[in-house]
């Protein structure tokens, strides 16, 4: 998003608007010019300063911008005089994608200009203006740029965004805005029936309160305080649906963005003497907002009522507390963890001080169910575990019986628990799938089902195949009454049991499974969809284990083609299949092949992640096997031991990736000549990779076969002998997925 300084206000709105917006469901993932719909538009890279006193654009802006599939230019008479803001298109048209800019006129007039009596209300920059000529500069040749207007007596914020949002997705204008319409409709009714139910539960709790007025003093101060809270309450939500003016009611379309745009409104003027009211409604509203994945409006209301709740006496600490919990929930959402962090830990500090008689303790299980949940998704898992506990422990005291909170906790922690050890998680999960089914006993029910499929895919990292397959069916059989025969839920139990199949040596069966499972998302998502790649690249993995070498190339460059194609610039995805397709090619002795996959994938990681992270280091060790398959032993040797650095800080001098890249940091040592610290290397690094069951055999058979050739070149033909005939069965396994998509760790 490139804009002037001065339309700052404008870049926020827009920046926030965009972030939080989902595509109606009907339209994700299909397939349009623009690529797949995807489920959201984030992240949108937004410029907070002019730059005034750089030369350039930065590394920071060039690498955004070169990374942008498109580009969103704000234009205003400050924006079409601003150098940085021209040269940030300039560069963007550079790149090829001069069609992908779209324009949002907030101030001034376009082409302006052309009149030398009104130039100064100019609004597009000059490199808008003109098209870029061959020598990569602009040419006299005049475009026309894509814009919206948001102008008032334009097409306004709204049809502006909306326009903006066609114009990326690649979809119609009208048709976009008709789903709108539609989904605001359908949202009107839940929040209109949320109102309703609350209103009954307040009403409820003023009268539990009026009750209660006769046990002391202070209690019946609250039942009045909360009496009158209900009483305001219930009138401000029943005259939000009360239609003043027909003129503005449009007839009966009213929806549910005008009732919480105008609720919104209201509480800040129409409530400003009455706090506690006032950050009720805030809490109230924000979270609704939250409910529907509009993160920018619920943002400010659920601060707001954290605020204003502070300033309130010391006997509503409580409600703080819970205002505090949503706003961590809403911060986890979007991904800005230490804040959540810090609103999660001062909402259990302040539960955790409350006297006995006022102490909710589920609020405090739901407060540290939330800060395990944000610790886990920044991999800080030793304290998700231990947050995840302590909620646990709670509600088991509160809930002696199956809880649906509890299994949900046991399910979280028993994923945390096995970051560390699988004999530990597997019981957790066990023990949540127990819970769930005496919740539910057999009726299908999403949580159940994600249960059933998290433990499925820890026992078969334990190696439990038979377990694991019927789990994962179960599963899939959950999902299926659910959904449908025909479903992504399905397509990935698919995948899974491909996985499990191919493990167990049911070759035939995992090959089956993954056709199945491609053809399902091809005619659910279309050729070119991510989840498409996935499983081309997992039967490619089917293919190789039963030694069908060429289909197995050909699926493989089939999942690069269509990532290629999704994501045309630097990817994860597409550096990993590029891996694994370098790695096949090594295997089948077509080094010249191999060559340019392995290093443009390392160079596309480097780009991606720099050079300290595991999967640059996952890139350095298959270029090292290359390396060592075609003598180029320094530097084997140098790439090695690159990798084993980069493991040993990232994981451990001990996890099975440290003990891979050892293994081809032995072998350039063998064939240099170094037999004695060779031998340490590989000895080492094999009984490691011998000892850990979630190896991929792949790796430990070609760490084996490093042993066997160094004794062979030693001269010391019965110890190759040895090992030679601990050879495992030509088995290529493919590793465990995650219980989110089927695809194998990276290569």
């Given at each position: 998003m490139s804009y002037s300084h001065r339309d700052a206000k404008w870049g926020a709105w827009l920046h926030k608007s965009l972030e939080s917006y989902r595509p109606p469901k009907q339209i994700v993932g299909t397939v349009t010019a623009r690529g797949p719909v995807p489920k959201r538009l984030a992240p949108i890279?937004?410029?907070?300063?002019?730059?005034?006193?750089?030369?350039?654009?930065?590394?920071?802006?060039?690498?955004?911008?070169?990374?942008?599939?498109?580009?969103?230019?704000?234009?205003?008479?400050?924006?079409?005089?601003?150098?940085?803001?021209?040269?940030?298109?300039?560069?963007?048209?550079?790149?090829?994608?001069?069609?992908?800019?779209?324009?949002?006129?907030?101030?001034?007039?376009?082409?302006?200009?052309?009149?030398?009596?009104?130039?100064?209300?100019?609004?597009?920059?000059?490199?808008?203006?003109?098209?870029?000529?061959?020598?990569?500069?602009?040419?006299?040749?005049?475009?026309?740029?894509?814009?919206?207007?948001?102008?008032?007596?334009?097409?306004?914020?709204?049809?502006?965004?909306?326009?903006?949002?066609?114009?990326?997705?690649?979809?119609?204008?009208?048709?976009?805005?008709?789903?709108?319409?539609?989904?605001?409709?359908?949202?009107?009714?839940?929040?209109?029936?949320?109102?309703?139910?609350?209103?009954?539960?307040?009403s409820g709790l003023a009268a539990a309160a009026l009750i209660a007025r006769a046990t002391a003093q202070r209690q019946t101060v609250i039942a009045k305080r909360e009496a009158e809270t209900a009483r305001q309450t219930t009138a401000f939500l029943v005259d939000l649906f009360r239609i003043s003016d027909p003129s503005e009611a449009r007839g009966n379309s009213l929806t549910a963005r005008e009732v919480l745009d105008k609720g919104a409104a209201r509480i800040e003027t129409g409530l400003a003497k009455q706090p506690e009211i006032q950050a009720t409604l805030m809490d109230t509203l924000g979270t609704v907002y939250m409910g529907l994945g509009l993160y920018g409006q619920a943002q400010p209301l659920l601060e707001a009522a954290t605020e204003k709740r502070r300033a309130l006496p010391t006997d509503q600490r409580a409600d703080l507390a819970q205002s505090l919990n949503h706003v961590g929930d809403l911060l986890s959402l979007r991904a800005e963890y230490p804040g959540a962090e810090s609103a999660y830990q001062q909402a259990i500090a302040i539960q955790r001080a409350l006297r006995g008689n006022e102490r909710d303790d589920a609020a405090l299980a739901k407060s540290l169910f939330g800060l395990g949940n944000e610790l886990k998704e920044r991999g800080q898992y030793p304290e998700a575990e231990r947050s995840l506990r302590q909620a646990l422990a709670i509600q088991r005291r509160l809930y002696p019986s199956a809880n649906a909170d509890t299994a949900r906790t046991l399910q979280q922690l028993a994923w945390v628990v096995s970051q560390r050890d699988l004999n530990e998680a597997i019981p957790l999960g066990q023990e949540a799938v127990t819970m769930h089914r005496g919740l539910w006993g057999a009726q299908p029910y999403p949580d159940f089902a994600d249960s059933l499929?998290?433990?499925?895919?820890?026992?078969?990292?334990?190696?439990?195949?038979?377990?694991?397959?019927?789990?994962?069916?179960?599963?899939?059989?959950?999902?299926?009454?659910?959904?449908?025969?025909?479903?992504?839920?399905?397509?990935?139990?698919?995948?899974?049991?491909?996985?499990?199949?191919?493990?167990?040596?049911?070759?035939?069966?995992?090959?089956?499974?993954?056709?199945?499972?491609?053809?399902?998302?091809?005619?659910?998502?279309?050729?070119?969809?991510?989840?498409?790649?996935?499983?081309?690249?997992?039967?490619?993995?089917?293919?190789?284990?039963e030694g069908k070498t060429k289909a197995a190339l050909d699926a493989e460059r089939e999942s690069l083609e269509v990532l290629r194609k999704v994501f045309p610039g630097d990817n994860p995805d597409v550096a990993r299949i590029m891996t694994r397709l370098g790695f096949m090619l090594t295997?089948?002795?077509?080094?010249?092949?191999?060559?340019?996959?392995?290093?443009?994938?390392?160079?596309?990681?480097?780009?991606?992640?720099?050079?300290?992270?595991?999967?640059?280091?996952?890139?350095?060790?298959?270029?090292?096997?290359?390396?060592?398959?075609?003598?180029?032993?320094?530097?084997?040797?140098?790439?090695?031991?690159?990798?084993?650095?980069?493991?040993?800080?990232?994981?451990?001098?001990?996890?099975?990736?440290?003990?891979?890249?050892?293994?081809?940091?032995?072998?350039?040592?063998?064939?240099?000549?170094?037999?004695?610290?060779?031998?340490?290397?590989?000895?080492?690094?094999?009984?490691?990779?011998?000892?850990?069951?979630?190896?991929?055999?792949?790796?430990?058979?070609?760490?084996?076969?490093?042993?066997?050739?160094?004794?062979?070149?030693?001269?010391?033909?019965?110890?190759?002998?040895?090992?030679?005939?601990?050879?495992?069965?030509?088995?290529?396994?493919?590793?465990?997925?995650?219980?989110?998509?089927?695809?194998?760790?990276?290569?």
């Open positions: 890279f937004r410029d907070r300063e002019e730059l005034a006193s750089a030369t350039d654009l930065g590394t920071v802006i060039n690498e955004a911008l070169r990374q942008s599939a498109c580009q969103i230019v704000i234009c205003s008479p400050s924006s079409a005089r601003s150098k940085w803001v021209n040269e940030e298109i300039l560069a963007f048209k550079r790149l090829g994608r001069e069609d992908r800019i779209f324009c949002l006129i907030v101030d001034g007039e376009p082409n302006a200009s052309d009149d030398p009596a009104h130039a100064e209300e100019e609004c597009f920059p000059p490199a808008l203006r003109y098209k870029l000529g061959p020598d990569g500069n602009l040419s006299t040749e005049r475009t026309e740029p894509i814009a919206a207007d948001a102008r008032q007596g334009k097409d306004g914020r709204t049809n502006a965004k909306l326009k903006l949002i066609a114009g990326i997705l690649g979809v119609g204008f009208d048709g976009l805005r008709q789903r709108e319409q539609r989904r605001r409709q359908r949202q009107l009714f839940a929040i209109a029936s949320g109102a309703i139910a609350g209103m009954v539960i307040t499929n998290d433990l499925g895919l820890m026992l078969y990292d334990k190696r439990d195949y038979d377990q694991s397959l019927q789990l994962l069916r179960d599963s899939m059989a959950m999902y299926r009454r659910l959904f449908g025969d025909k479903h992504p839920e399905i397509a990935l139990s698919l995948s899974n049991i491909g996985l499990v199949l191919n493990d167990k040596g049911d070759l035939a069966g995992a090959e089956a499974a993954h056709l199945q499972s491609l053809a399902m998302r091809r005619e659910l998502l279309g050729e070119l969809h991510p989840d498409v790649a996935i499983s081309l690249n997992n039967l490619a993995f089917a293919y190789y284990a295997e089948a002795g077509d080094y010249p092949a191999a060559e340019p996959d392995l290093q443009e994938a390392l160079a596309m990681r480097r780009r991606l992640f720099g050079d300290s992270h595991p999967e640059t280091a996952s890139s350095l060790v298959n270029v090292g096997i290359l390396q060592v398959a075609t003598h180029r032993y320094q530097d084997a040797l140098l790439a090695a031991r690159s990798a084993e650095e980069i493991y040993t800080k990232a994981l451990s001098a001990t996890n099975w990736k440290t003990a891979v890249a050892e293994s081809v940091h032995g072998a350039a040592l063998a064939g240099m000549g170094d037999y004695p610290a060779a031998e340490e290397h590989l000895r080492h690094s094999y009984t490691l990779l011998s000892d850990d069951a979630g190896v991929m055999p792949i790796y430990r058979d070609v760490a084996r076969r490093y042993v066997e050739e160094l004794y062979r070149r030693w001269g010391r033909p019965q110890d190759a002998r040895r090992y030679a005939a601990a050879k495992s069965n030509r088995t290529v396994v493919v590793p465990a997925a995650s219980p989110v998509a089927a695809m194998p760790p990276p290569n």
